[in-house]
């Protein structure tokens, strides 16, 4: 029954979870007699590796799931990856060319073999990674985004909106990166405040002397104006509507044309239009019937329609364009200008936008029921200012591009015959059934990872079949999720589930924040801000990782890790162990006797039951409020204080001084105390919990903790009366034990205590408890007197709850030769302060030297003046007890 002295995770975590898979505990089954809880995983990306986001996110994930099972639901946590396309195709692709390889030698099958194999090595790593972290997901039902299964899902979305008009393919200004040289849709755009110029440049007139002023940040697009637009209600420019002008350097004249789209009061109130390269010029010139001219390609090099700058990169052509300008007198001025600037989320270079054709979804006729659904709550976000967000994005959603020009992901469904017929289909077609020829060429393109990832809640439980799962588990419970993938999948994921299944995927959304670093900054591989939660759990554990993790946890809130925390949750690991090990040791030959709740049960008994159910209906409470960071605490400060430094200390007097009787109670109540514990504790901790639980000598000896019952509160445990001593005697042992460190009496020395109580029921409790008092404060003498009429002489003195408590001092320290040291501490204290004020001060020193030195010199003032405080204090007090004035 016994554990080993010392608590090591490693050995601990890969047992345990061997145990667990081998007993299939992750298994759901399928009950249709039993309630659902269903989670499905946000899928990482395959090639990915574990970051603590995933650590948290999976942590808060694996809570909801160990304790639903514990409360008997049929609980299924789907787990799976996501192919991610371009972030895979990237990484393939620099893997090839450091053997000198390119994608285009490979050819498209080969090089699809390759990345197959990539997925394969990595996929198995990101789910060791999980399995490290203790996740409990049913590992028999993984998925994966480009599995058949998904795969068939995603060609039936895709041919049933095109079906009903709501995917569409057409030109439309786009994102376009030219290191990933694929289309991005708005969301896959990081925009960044840079420093820029503003450049306002003279278009002359064509018919006439002067010219009009434009104002751009990016000269080289002018090459491909097609207008210059002003607004209809512009007086300045009301006779020059149709008039036209000649584009500089390119010298084609173009018109001056009216929208209401232009801001009269942004420069001159007069805007180039360049339909080609900019989404509101698009819609400008599809008003307008502007042409569409093309400057700039793929790869951000200028194309043919930019003339002499042809082949020129983009940034290049700038300058140069600037400078012919200038060079024919047609700079009217430059200015300093900040602006946001579009990057690719993968790569973080500028995105390019550019007219090309692609694939898009007509978003809101589905955007409609999405919004409806949120709105009346058959989604409800937590916290719930999230809504405010979801539906802000919602309501403005504009069309989703969904082709991307890359190999790898789910190819579009579409083929092209050369008598121009466009064949969408949910099986590979033969030939064109409007014409019969043979000669047909699917389009190159994969659809965006997001298409996919958005019927995640029913293509993994089997749509389009009507499969058992679906039927059984659909629609999930709970979304786990950070605010920064709300645009990205949360409201597809409606969408799409709102339009196939005619259900919201999830009832509720837990939205967490991010994991920073101590100073706040986000976690970084490349800025050296990154904690590798894989190196903290080889060096912790995991429980470790995860009570630091939900500790920290507040729903919708970034976090900070903290290495101090973290050893603070190693400690608290250690703590729970050594005091299971005390339990275990005391429990040999025990036979799991039924606790008698009568008043036989000393106080000590009483008052511990009756905190263990007290935590067990508020971290009941709290989880099913989704506040597991409040949970957590409320448990650490149950088992530490109640449970380790208290019930276990007072134990000790019938396990080891007192009669069979109150010893078989004792050991009735540990065991009752530990095993309730270990439940409650499992969610948070589950290798260290499942391991000593095995220990217990418990009637349900050869299950598992992972599949036991969850605690429910029992009125019949309820003992406030028992509570409100117990708390009165913790306070006295408290206050004897403040007042012997105040004089840094050894713990092991005795002392003589007088204790005059104010009221006859604190008598009762006192002289109930007078051993407790003994054992836990080291008393020797103690005596409860109500009647006291004179303060005893050379005692230190505190009040609590009524309760007047003297420290005698005499035998105990030499009350002169203290005093003299508090004096000499005092003086050097003051010297301390007096010094450190001094340096404060000086303006010199606060000027020049840095600031962390100011801080700590500040602090290191605030400790001298607070142990000065304190020093004065011991002295007044012995001085009182010796009889002196002050």
């Known amino acids: 029954m016994d554990i080993p002295k010392t608590y090591d995770p490693e050995k601990v975590e890969d047992k345990c979870y061997d145990f667990w898979m081998k007993g299939d505990y992750f298994r759901a089954k399928g009950d249709p007699e039993k309630e659902t809880f269903t989670i499905v995983i946000p899928p990482p990306n395959v090639t990915g590796t574990l970051h603590m986001g995933h650590a948290l996110d999976n942590t808060l994930q694996d809570i909801l799931t160990r304790w639903k099972r514990m409360q008997g639901f049929d609980t299924l946590w789907l787990p799976g990856t996501d192919h991610a396309g371009i972030a895979t195709q990237v990484k393939v692709e620099a893997h090839l060319a450091e053997e000198g390889i390119n994608r285009y030698e490979l050819g498209r099958e080969k090089f699809l073999e390759k990345v197959w194999s990539w997925k394969e090595e990595y996929h198995q790593r990101i789910v060791d990674q999980l399995q490290r972290l203790g996740v409990s997901c049913d590992w028999s039902r993984e998925r994966f985004t ?30 376009w990166c030219p290191r990933c040289l694929t289309a991005l849709s708005d969301i896959e755009v990081e925009h960044q405040e840079e420093e820029g110029s503003l450049t306002h440049i003279k278009y002359p007139f064509a018919e006439r002397e002067g010219h009009i002023v434009v104002a751009t940040t990016r000269p080289e697009t002018m090459l491909g104006d097609t207008a210059v637009a002003v607004h209809p209600q512009d007086e300045r420019y009301r006779g020059l509507l149709g008039k036209k002008v000649i584009l500089p350097l390119m010298k084609r004249e173009i018109p001056i044309i009216a929208d209401e789209f232009v801001d009269p009061e942004f420069g001159s109130g007069a805007v180039k239009v360049t339909p080609a390269h900019d989404p509101n010029d698009f819609q400008m010139g599809l008003r307008h019937n502007l042409e569409q001219v093309v400057v700039i390609g793929e790869k951000g090099k200028m194309t043919e329609h930019a003339g002499k700058y042809q082949g020129m990169d983009r940034y290049e052509c700038r300058g140069k364009v600037v400078e012919d300008l200038e060079k024919e007198g047609l700079i009217f001025s430059v200015e300093e200008h900040q602006h946001a600037v579009g990057h690719c989320q993968r790569c973080q270079k500028v995105i390019e936008p550019l007219l090309s054709k692609q694939w898009f979804v007509k978003m809101k006729p589905l955007a409609e029921p999405a919004i409806d659904a949120v709105k009346k709550e058959r989604t409800f976000f937590i916290p719930p200012r999230f809504t405010k967000i979801y539906l802000n994005w919602v309501e403005n959603i504009r069309d989703w591009c969904i082709s991307r020009q890359i190999w790898w992901g789910h190819r579009i469904p579409a083929w092209y015959c050369p008598c121009a017929e466009v064949i969408v289909s949910r099986t590979d077609p033969e030939e064109c059934p409007q014409c019969g020829k043979k000669e047909l060429e699917q389009d190159p393109d994969v659809l965006d990872t997001w298409f996919s990832s958005a019927l995640w809640p029913f293509s993994t439980l089997g749509w389009p079949e009507d499969t058992f799962d679906l039927r059984h588990f659909f629609p999930t419970d709970v979304l786990v999720t950070g605010y920064d993938i709300i645009y990205f999948w949360v409201a597809r994921m409606i969408f799409m589930s709102l339009e196939f299944m005619e259900e919201v995927p999830f009832r509720e959304v837990y939205i967490h924040g991010l994991v920073r670093d101590a100073q706040g900054r986000k976690m970084s591989k490349s800025l050296g801000t990154g904690v590798d939660p894989l190196e903290v759990i080889q060096e912790y554990g995991a429980d470790t990782l995860r009570f630091t993790l939900i500790t920290g946890q507040a729903p919708g809130n970034d976090q900070r890790w903290r290495q101090e925390s973290v050893e603070a949750s190693r400690n608290f690991a250690n703590k729970i162990w050594n005091a299971s090990r005390f339990v275990l040791m005391n429990l040999e030959d025990y036979e799991g006797e039924k606790i008698e709740v009568n008043e036989t049960l000393s106080t000590a008994d009483r008052w511990i039951l009756h905190r263990l159910n007290e935590t067990v209906k508020e971290v009941t409470r709290l989880m099913d409020e989704y506040a597991l960071g409040d949970a957590a605490r ?77 605690p429910r509160h029992d009125e019949g445990l309820v003992f406030n009366e028992d509570a409100d001593d117990m708390f009165l005697l913790m306070e006295v042992i408290k206050s004897i034990r403040n007042l012997r460190s105040q004089l840094n009496i050894h713990p092991g020395k005795g002392c003589r205590v007088v204790l005059k109580p104010s009221e006859a029921s604190a008598t009762r409790v006192l002289l109930q408890g007078k051993s407790y008092i003994s054992q836990l404060a080291s008393v020797e003498e103690l005596d409860i007197d109500s009647q006291l009429r004179e303060n005893p002489e050379q005692a230190l003195t505190s009040v609590v709850r009524g309760v007047e408590v003297y420290l005698l001092l005499a035998g105990l320290i030499d009350l002169d030769k203290e005093i003299s040291r508090l004096e000499k501490e005092k003086v050097l204290l003051e010297k301390e302060v007096s010094r450190a004020s001094g340096k404060l001060s000086n303006q010199g020193f606060i000027s020049k030297a840095p600031a962390q030195v100011v801080e700590q010199e500040k602090n290191k003032l605030e400790e001298y003046q607070e142990k000065k405080e304190i020093v004065q204090l011991r002295l007044e007090e012995l001085k009182r007890a010796k009889g002196w004035e002050n």
């Open 146 to 175: 480009m599995d058949e299964g998904c795969s068939r899902a995603v060609r039936e979305v895709f041919v049933s909106l095109y079906e009903k008009d709501l995917i569409y393919r057409g030109n439309y200004i786009i994102n």
């Open 634 to 710: 409320v448990l650490y400060e149950f088992i530490w204080g109640d449970f380790c430094d208290w019930y276990i200390e007072l134990s000790k007097l019938d396990l080891y001084q007192g009669e069979e009787e109150g010893k078989r109670k004792a050991r009735a109540v540990l065991c009752h105390t530990l095993d309730g514990t270990l439940r409650l504790l499992h969610p948070f901790m589950p290798f260290l919990t499942e391991e000593i639980w095995q220990h217990l000598p418990l009637e349900e000896k050869g299950k598992a903790l992972i599949i036991s019952t969850w």
